[in-house]
């Protein structure tokens, strides 16, 4: 049976609150999630840890989430914020868990309100946008991860297109969860000095990712999940 119009608008409900919640975030928020608040709190957090830590892992990690699924600005100051407050381990394992939950949300979003007939709309469209989605759907997981490990591609896009295309849950939340995890265990580690950084006064490096020690196993990880592809095409053109 045919969606209603009415039906169609609660499919459409939830990517819309998210829309409109990042249009509302990146305006009314700017500033306010920063590293300045965090030194400003740190002593009010730090003790509410101590004194309630299963309490503080579940509210961290629902707000994290909710930061991404609502795409407000701020992520990286929560991956920060992990590190900070519950170390390298356990602080990365609740962040990549956090941005996976709310990157799912999106996706979820997205899926229910556009994804499936935008898909069959590229699909029976033809062209360069329906070569991609088949290129997507024959290197699935490669491009999925290649997606994540090196954010070419803007977290909240790298959401809405494989819910657009069709992509699978399981693999688009495997991947989401794996793909992050190399960038997310660096800031973390970040925000596990932070201690020391406001203790002196000073400010974290931020472009420690780009370094060409962390860069070069990152890309060498990125060659990794790129080979299926180029084994895939050489097979292709008989080589």
Known sequence: MANTPRTGLWQKAPILLILTAAVIGAFALRGHLSLETLATHRDSLLAFRDAHYAVSVALFIAGYAALVALSLPGALVATLTGGFL????????????????GAVAVFLAARAGFGAAMGDRIAAGGGAAARLMDGLRENELSVLFLMRLLPVVPFFL???????????????????????????????????????????????????????????????LAALAALPILIRAFRRKGL
């Open 86 to 101: 519950f170390g390298l381990v356990p602080g990365a394992l609740y962040n990549v868990t956090a941005a996976t939950l």
């Open 158 to 220: 790298a959401n809405l297109i494989p819910a657009a295309l069709g992509v699978s849950l399981w693999r688009f939340a495997l991947t989401t969860f794996f793909g992050i995890m190399p960038g997310g265990l660096v800031y973390t580690w970040v925000g596990a000095g932070l201690g020391e950084v406001f203790a002196r006064g000073g400010t974290p490096d931020l472009g420690l990712l780009f370094k060409p020690q962390i860069l070069g196993p990152l890309l060498g």
